[in-house]
């Protein structure tokens, strides 16, 4: 059996509109990397200052970790009928108010946000979590993670050459992608480590890939194995991504997309978001270093290089 991946997939709804505002034209905040791709940048919730907040665009809407809630008074607002949709089941959660929430120059008040256990989150990255930052709270707000600089950057830049369109009037970073001249919509996940595919959501002959190895996938609904399969014609606009491999899921009632674009500073320099033009940009590593073979075992040692962990969470 291969790695185990921690990754859930979220099917919510966004109760309320917000305001978001920059206080700064550009403005750069550090961050703390975990797990080779876990963005965590301190912020404020409420009253509450230093919060650990996970950037992560592939969350919408925002999560707040329920011991944090039950410390800020949160009340409930409404609950999904029929649960939090995860791979592999369901889980509880409700949804409440946020007074407020700041990170670098985003500021938002009365913030709509799902409520969560984010115990085994916390686990398996070695750190608080105290909430996760989605794209319903970071758009629109131009900004790019550098991994190599370790600070997330707001505001005006340019775009690298290799940026491709997002696709409009969706809820997330969705970009097209081609898996065998096949275009496959994946949304971009900082919160992810792999590429994700939707087994039922794909074409048959991208479902009739061959499996290489199978991977354990933890989340909120328990443990389930998803078989991990190796792309050998996969390009995102001018970027030759062959060779890569991806985990093959089955995601009920989702999504937007096909599956995700998962982001790890193992094969990433720098990834943007220019919301303004509608642009996805990355810069990738030297190909040697894009595809490392993956360490066995389970992701129990915070920091251990290869140990995938991510989390996959989608807006019905």
């Not at 999560?63 to 939090?84: N, Q, S, T, Y």
């Not at 930052?133 to 290799?162: E, T």
């Not at 595809?291 to 807006?315: D, F, I, M, N």
Request: aromatic share 6%; proline share 5%.
């Amino acid at each position: 059996m291969g790695n185990k991946t921690l990754s859930w997939c979220i099917a919510s709804l966004l109760l309320l509109s917000t305001t978001a505002g920059a206080k700064h034209k550009v403005q750069k905040i550090p961050f703390k990397l975990y797990r080779e791709h876990l963005v965590v940048a301190s912020g404020r919730l409420g009253h509450l200052e230093n919060r650990n907040l996970l950037i992560d665009t592939g969350a919408n809407p925002t999560v707040v970790d329920e011991a944090l809630a039950h410390e800020l008074g949160l009340k409930p607002l409404a609950r999904p009928p029929h649960g939090m949709t995860v791979v592999g089941g369901v889980a509880d959660t409700y949804y409440a108010l946020l007074e407020s929430l700041d990170i670098g120059p985003v500021h938002h008040e009365a913030l709509v946000v799902a409520v969560a256990n984010l115990s085994l989150m916390q686990a398996g990255a070695g750190v608080r979590i105290d909430a996760i930052v989605g794209l319903d709270a970071l758009a629109p707000n131009n900004f790019q993670i550098d991994y190599d600089a370790r600070k997330v950057i707001f505001g005006s830049f340019r775009s690298p050459i290799s940026a491709v369109p997002l696709l409009k009037g969706t809820s997330f970073g969705i970009i097209e992608t081609m898996i065998d001249s096949t275009a496959v919509n994946l949304a971009v996940d900082t919160g992810s480590s792999e590429f994700v595919l939707f087994r039922n959501r794909l074409p048959d002959k991208i479902n009739s890939l061959g499996s290489t190895a199978t991977a354990e996938v933890s989340n909120l609904a328990g443990d389930v194995l998803a078989p991990e399969v190796r792309l050998p014609n996969f390009k995102v606009g001018d970027e030759d991504l062959s060779g890569s491999t991806a985990l093959l899921t089955t995601v009920p009632n989702c999504c937007e997309f096909q599956g995700i674009f998962g982001i790890s500073a193992l094969r990433f320099k720098r990834v943007t978001f220019d919301f303004q033009r509608g642009l996805f940009g990355m810069e990738l590593l030297s190909q040697d270093r894009l595809w490392p073979e993956p360490v066995a075992g389970a992701c129990t040692e915070p920091g251990r290089p290869g140990c995938r962990l991510g989390l996959l969470q989608t807006k019905r």
